[in-house]
C-alpha cells in the first residue's frame, strides 16, 4: 500500500499564491511518477501537473495543463518523499478541490492510488 498525504489548501483572493504538498509513504512506487489533479464543483477531475524522477531521485521531467503553464511549478524532494504544487497568480477558476495521484501513468491515465484531497479557493 501507498499512502498519499496532502496539505497547505485554503483560502487565497485572486492574484495570491499557495503551495501545496504531497507526502508518500508505505511501499516503493512502481514507477518514479506522481501527479496533480483537481475537480471543481460539478465538473470532471482534470490533470493539473505531473513530475517524473529517475532511480537516482533526479527530476527527469514535468509537465503542465495549459491553463496553468507559467503560473504553477512543480517539485520533489527526495529526502522528504514529497512532492510539491507551487501556484502562484492564483485565479477564481483554480477554485477545486486537489488531488495527488501515484503512480502516474500518464496526464489522462491516473495510478492506483489517491490522495485525500485539500480544497484550494480563490475569491475575486
Known amino acids: 500500500q501507498v499512502q498519499l498525504v496532502e496539505s497547505g489548501g485554503g483560502l487565497v483572493t485572486a492574484g495570491g499564491s499557495l503551495r501545496l504538498s504531497c507526502a508518500a509513504s508505505g511501499r516503493t512506487l512502481s514507477s518514479y511518477a506522481m501527479g496533480w489533479f483537481r475537480q471543481a464543483p460539478g465538473k470532471e477531475r482534470e490533470f493539473v501537473a505531473a513530475?517524473?524522477?529517475?532511480?537516482?531521485?533526479?527530476?527527469?521531467?514535468?509537465g503542465y495543463t495549459d491553463s496553468v503553464k507559467g503560473r504553477f511549478t512543480i517539485s520533489r524532494d527526495n529526502a522528504k518523499n514529497t512532492v510539491y504544487l507551487q501556484m502562484n497568480s492564483l485565479k477564481p477558476e483554480d477554485t477545486a478541490v486537489y488531488y495527488c495521484?501515484?503512480?502516474?501513468?500518464?496526464?489522462?491515465?491516473?495510478?492506483?492510488?489517491w490522495g485525500q484531497g485539500t480544497q484550494v479557493t480563490v475569491s475575486s
Open positions: 495521484n501515484a503512480p502516474l501513468i500518464s496526464t489522462n491515465q491516473p495510478g492506483h492510488y
Open positions: 513530475i517524473r524522477w529517475n532511480g537516482g531521485g533526479s527530476v527527469t521531467s514535468t
